[in-house]
T-cell receptor, first 114, second 112 residues
């Protein structure tokens, strides 16, 4: 089983719908992240959480919200989806202990908004 | 604030030829540097990392990178590429307690 699991893997939906992307991990890491990937733009940080009670906005948080339900679960919501939120979304985790720790990524959720 | 510049968006190279993917970073404090690889339809996999010590870092699949503090660079190299190295490569930087900041990626295409 994957250490960082994202569901769904693919989703097609309509403008205005509410969408939730889920991420769960079995690595026991405290820190979790949501990024989006767009062609030619690399990965941009949406939100991150250093523990269950700590949520922080990233570079591009507008239009998104998150929930850290437990140490192992971190969900990303689009309250009212719009076409320019069509992208590949990645969840990542890292252990507590400083900036020398790499982040571990899930396989991504491909989201298309029509 | 940190930033990463990957100087080439696409790099085509013939099989068994050497390759260098360039990465420059900016930061006012000490940094940790990473290279990730993304194969088609997959997530990101850590290729190698520079934390401290020797400036030449070896990673998986025969890749290596050299940290150059004076030039604020962390270029990725491989002496002989294979078709299976075709992928997108991301350079990333981190310092303090911040999440990784990524470059825009370099798409490596290995031609038979």
């Amino acid at each position: 089983d994957a250490d960082v699991t994202q569901t769904p893997r693919n989703r097609i939906t309509k403008t205005g719908k509410r969408i939730m992307l889920e991420c769960s991990q079995t690595k026991g890491h405290d820190r979790m992240y949501w990024y989006r990937q767009d062609p030619g733009l690399g990965l941009r940080l949406i939100y991150y959480s250093f523990d269950v009670k700590d949520i922080n906005k990233g570079e591009i948080s507008d239009g998104y919200s998150v929930s850290r339900q437990a140490q192992a679960k971190f969900s990303l919501s689009l309250e009212s989806a719009i076409p320019n939120q069509t992208a590949l979304y990645f969840c990542a985790t890292s252990p507590r202990g400083g900036s020398n720790q790499p982040q571990h990524f899930g396989d991504g959720t491909r989201l298309s908004i029509l | 604030a940190q930033s990463v510049t990957q100087l080439d968006s696409q790099v085509p190279v013939f099989e068994e030829a050497p390759v260098e993917l360039r990465c420059n970073y900016s930061s006012s404090v000490s940094v940790y540097l990473f290279w990730y690889v993304q194969y088609p339809n997959q997530g990101l996999q850590l290729l190698l990392k520079y934390l401290s010590g020797s400036t030449l870092v070896k990673g998986i699949n025969g890749f290596e990178a050299e940290f150059n503090k004076s030039q604020t660079s962390f270029h990725l190299r491989k002496p002989s590429v294979h078709i299976s190295d075709t992928a997108e490569y991301f350079c990333a930087v981190r310092s303090g307690n911040t999440p990784l900041v990524f470059g825009k990626g370099t798409r490596l295409s290995v031609i038979a």
